[in-house]
């Protein structure tokens, strides 16, 4: 074998060297000699197999559906406004713990009223000059029990927050599952409709050389040929359409994304349905329940005696006698005791009862919602795979009765109108099973929306 020295730069090129013991592999301008004793032609189809093999894993890169499942959770706005809102009831809890606490405040106040020739304000009502710095302290009195009560009913907004995230992830999750499989179905109708324009490209040659030796006429090659045009005409309608779906799935999901991806099948399993009172759909009509107790409680503390203490401590005078002396405190107590208020709280209980009551109603009619939606979607998942494997068993008679009128295509024994009937049958059938595998996809998905649990 005869040595060659290569050079290596861009767009690619070879140039022999005068010696012919040595393979010189040259960079452009960053030269690494390599000592490799290779047929340049080899070496040229080695680097290009390579670089499309390379190109091709970032050209059709897969991303599974949980790629775009968490992408959506950590994208969405509503899921960070929610734990926004509980960091927000966090600082509100500790706002209640310091309105508790004693209040202190310095006040300052000064007066100056004078009398000009006669002119002026009373003395004995104005004195003059006044004034007044002091220290205030107030704490109000409040039992342990209404406190608790404060703090349940943050409590209870952190829990419907907690809730919400939920029913927010399965809302998110039930959208782009949705679409993604809308994506995948549009994927798998390219797939099985290549595979069929390539077994029509396949015997294009033979039907064409027995339509010349009058096997068949022109016109059954031609039909032939308008068909093979109207699968590619398929093929490139379906990749738009997968193309604006992959790309409503990346918006969806807040990818910024233009790539060509081939998604894998979604893995989707049918999870058992927990009872309907485990679910986190149910558990907003507890918590909805225990505000209505809480909001009670709340009332009926509102109408207890109330009592707050003060006390000051600083200067305020006159300057009329001894202003010196004018240092001194005082210490009081507030205390208020409903009596009457024209029955008012009785109407507030009574509105909490109403409310009951509605959220009672709402209750049921979810409870029989539920129950019938899971029903409905588990009798069409059950049709949706009776009819695929029912497809199957078509597509496997018609697969047969397709290869034997290949082999009587060669013999003219077939009219090749009844072998493109056929591969229309053959079409139709492997797009049955198609539309039904994501029909079926598509229920699952409903049903998974269900599952989630407290």
Not at 234 to 259: A, C, E, V
């Amino acid at each position: 074998m005869k040595k060659a020295s290569l050079y290596l730069t861009t767009p690619i090129h070879f140039i022999r060297a005068r010696k012919r013991k040595l393979h010189w592999l040259r960079l452009s301008e960053y030269s690494t000699v390599c000592h490799y004793v290779i047929n340049p032609e080899l070496f040229q189809r080695i680097f290009i197999c390579c670089f499309i093999c390379i190109s091709a894993q970032f050209v059709f890169a897969q991303n599974e559906l949980k790629y775009y499942l968490e992408n959506a959770r950590q994208n969405s706005p509503l899921l960070k406004d929610y734990q926004y809102q509980m960091l927000s009831n966090a600082i509100d809890s500790q706002r209640i713990k310091a309105t508790y606490l004693p209040q202190v405040n310095a006040a300052f106040a000064g007066t100056y009223a004078p009398v000009i020739r006669g002119w002026g304000y009373d003395e004995a009502l104005s004195n003059l000059h006044t004034l007044n710095a002091m220290i205030t302290v107030s704490q109000p009195l409040i039992g342990k029990n209404n406190l608790n009560n404060k703090f349940l009913d943050l409590h209870l907004q952190n829990r419907s927050l907690i809730n919400q995230i939920k029913l927010s992830e399965q809302e998110l999750n039930r959208t782009i599952t949705e679409q993604y499989i809308t994506a995948y179905g549009d994927l798998a109708q390219i797939k099985f409709n290549e595979e069929m324009l390539n077994l029509l490209t396949g015997e294009e040659t033979i039907l064409k050389t027995l339509a010349e030796k009058g096997v068949y006429k022109q016109t059954d090659f031609l039909s032939f040929l308008v068909t093979v045009q109207q699968q590619e005409l398929l093929i490139s309608q379906l990749k738009i359409q997968y193309l604006n779906d992959l790309g409503t799935l990346n918006f969806t999901s807040g990818i910024l994304d233009t790539t060509y991806t081939e998604l894998p099948p979604p893995d989707l399993d049918s999870i058992e349905i927990p009872p309907v009172d485990q679910t986190v759909f149910y558990n907003q009509f507890t918590i909805d329940s225990l505000k209505i107790v809480a909001e009670d409680a709340r009332i009926d503390y509102s109408y207890r005696p109330a009592a707050n203490l003060y006390g000051d401590a600083g200067y305020s005078s006159s300057f009329i006698k001894t202003p010196y002396k004018n240092f001194g405190f005082s210490a009081g107590v507030n205390l208020i005791i409903p009596i009457y208020d024209g029955r008012q709280r009785e109407m507030q209980h009574a509105k909490n009862v109403i409310t009951e009551d509605t959220r009672l109603i709402y209750k049921k009619f979810y409870t029989n919602q539920f129950r019938q939606q899971i029903a409905q979607w588990q009798q069409q998942l059950a049709l949706a795979e009776q009819l695929i494997k029912q497809t199957i068993t078509q597509i496997k008679y018609t697969e047969g009765l397709i290869s034997a009128q290949r082999k009587q295509l060669i013999t003219g024994d077939v009219f090749m109108a009844d072998y493109i009937n056929a591969i229309g049958n053959y079409l139709n059938a492997k797009n049955i099973i198609t539309q039904n595998t994501i029909s079926r996809l598509k229920i699952l998905n409903q049903i998974n929306y269900w599952n989630r649990k407290t």
